[in-house]
């Protein structure tokens, strides 16, 4: 049977067909989880630590920025720097004027409003409400920007108009890199995991198609393969109650039902070929004993006339010699009509020395060297086999003869161990086999075809081997003396 590739496989396509979907879920779990993960990181830091800080930070600034001590909100600055993450903090008056900074390069630079980290406050109101914004430094660092308001209060109008709203802005950065550090140590434990569960997935389903279907229709093709190959008396027994089971009952009652058709076919078949070979027998006997004898007596009666005529009439004499010759041709192609139908010999004297007989005559007709060859035979074979393997070699002879070209042929039987060996081989053109046995071809041979029913109808097996310019091989097999039975079923079980 011929093997299939591992990639071309069913136990390779359901494989990677289940692995790709896992490999889908899971991923769009974990990048599911991922995002919600970053937002819930994030949220946290919006809600929790970074108004906690900030508010903390205004506390502390309050008495300070009361006293003008602009040294003591540096100090406060540094120190709220040194918070986890907290990547910049600085203070900005109303007009958006740094005015506290650890970077005194900053202090006094003036922040545009139209800054897109400015425009969540300031875009369509101008309302002050602690906000957040997102966004990538020019490092490509990622950035959360708090931004707290301070508010005028009544400690703050000895420099502040009461009119005003607020006084100033607290700005509180924050880095991103440990949430997106976090975040990859937990994609990198994701990503292990998906690998792990692809490798165990991947062997439990490779371990359960195994048992409960790849074996089972492994086993299935091997015995379909035998089926078509013509040993239709495999039979397969599956445990269990699934639907390969029921593929099974309804094959085996399929093969079955063949079997027994076949051996109908072949019991008819038999009938006619044992009906065709008594007709050819008795037209054969006919012509030899009938006809033949007729020819024999008018050749003779023309000899007798021959030497009665007159020296004198020579046309009549040559009429004479013509209708004789005639008669002489008429009897040699209704002897080898004969001989074709059946020839007597087969009956009388057996297999071999029909065998050797015509095989001589074809050599001497068709100027080909033949050799021929018979071991182990001591006595005569069943009519049957007789016949069949005469038949066998008269048709590949015939084969020969108008297709194969050869100036050799080699003819060889044998009987050894209960089994018949025969085997034809000539150094011809050879053929196509696929062709000539293709049912749509025009070169099919009905020829080959009836050999080949000849030999199973004895039990037996043929095997024909030929290609173009390498000559044909004939070998056949056939138990001796009688057929093995063929209703005698193998049955093999699998769970």
Not at 24 to 48: C, D, G, V
Not at 251 to 257: G, I, P, V, Y
Not at 303 to 310: G, H, N, S, V, Y
Not at 318 to 339: C, H, Y
């Amino acid at each position: 049977m011929r093997q299939i590739k591992f990639y071309k496989s069913l136990r390779f396509k359901v494989i990677i067909g289940l692995v790709a979907l896992l490999t889908f879920t899971m991923t769009m779990l974990f990048t599911i989880q991922y995002f919600q993960h970053r937002k819930k990181m994030i949220y946290n830091l919006q809600e929790n630590i970074s108004p906690h800080l900030t508010q903390m930070v205004k506390n502390v600034l309050k008495s300070s920025m009361l006293s003008k001590n602009k040294n003591e909100m540096r100090y406060i600055l540094e120190a709220a720097h040194k918070y986890p993450d907290v990547k910049n903090i600085f203070i900005l008056d109303r007009v958006g004027r740094i005015i506290i900074s650890l970077d005194d390069k900053e202090v006094g630079k003036t922040i545009d409003i139209q800054d897109f980290t400015c425009q969540v406050c300031h875009h369509r109101t101008t309302e002050a409400l602690n906000k957040t914004v997102i966004y990538s430094s020019s490092t490509g660092e990622e950035i959360f920007r708090n931004v707290n308001p301070i508010y005028n209060q009544k400690e703050c109008f000895p420099c502040h108009k009461p009119t005003e709203k607020i006084t100033g802005v607290l700005v509180t950065d924050f880095t991103l890199n440990h949430i997106k550090k976090q975040l990859r140590a937990e994609l990198g434990e994701n990503i292990f995991l998906l690998f792990f569960a692809i490798g165990i997935s991947t062997l439990v389903i490779g371990i359960t198609m195994n048992q409960l279907v790849i074996r089972k229709l492994q086993y299935f093709v091997e015995t379909v393969s035998l089926f078509g190959q013509g040993h239709f008396n495999k039979r397969i027994i599956f445990k269990g109650d699934d639907e390969i089971k029921m593929l099974a009952v309804n094959f085996n009652l399929m093969a079955k039902t063949l079997m027994e058709k076949m051996r109908q076919e072949r019991k008819y078949l038999s009938k006619i070929i044992e009906t065709q070979e008594n007709e050819r027998r008795r037209i054969s006997r006919e012509l030899h004993d009938e006809i033949g004898q007729a020819l024999t007596a008018i050749k003779f009666n023309l000899d007798m006339i021959e030497k009665d005529l007159p020296q004198n009439l020579p046309v009549l004499k040559g009429r004479l010699g013509e209708t004789k010759s005639l008669s002489s041709q008429t009897l040699t192609a209704m002897r080898q009509l004969s001989m074709d139908l059946r020839p007597t010999m087969l009956d009388d004297l057996g297999l071999i020395p029909t065998l050797r007989w015509y095989i001589q005559n074809f050599s001497n007709r068709m100027n080909i060297h033949s050799h021929f060859e018979a071991i182990g035979f001591d006595e005569k074979l069943p009519t049957q086999i007789e016949t069949a393997f005469y038949r066998i070699t008269q048709e590949a002879l015939s084969n020969v003869a108008k297709h194969a070209g050869a100036d050799h042929i080699e003819i060889s039987l044998e009987k050894r161990d209960s089994t018949l060996y025969a085997s034809i081989i000539d150094n011809g053109e050879g053929f196509d086999l696929d062709k000539v046995l293709h049912p749509e071809s025009p070169e099919r041979g009905f020829g080959i075809i009836g050999m080949q029913e000849r030999v199973s109808l004895l039990g037996g097996h043929i095997d024909i081997q030929s290609k173009p310019g390498l000559g044909t091989h004939i070998h056949i097999e056939v138990p001796y003396p009688k057929a093995g039975r063929e209703d005698e079923e193998d049955t093999g079980s699998i769970s």
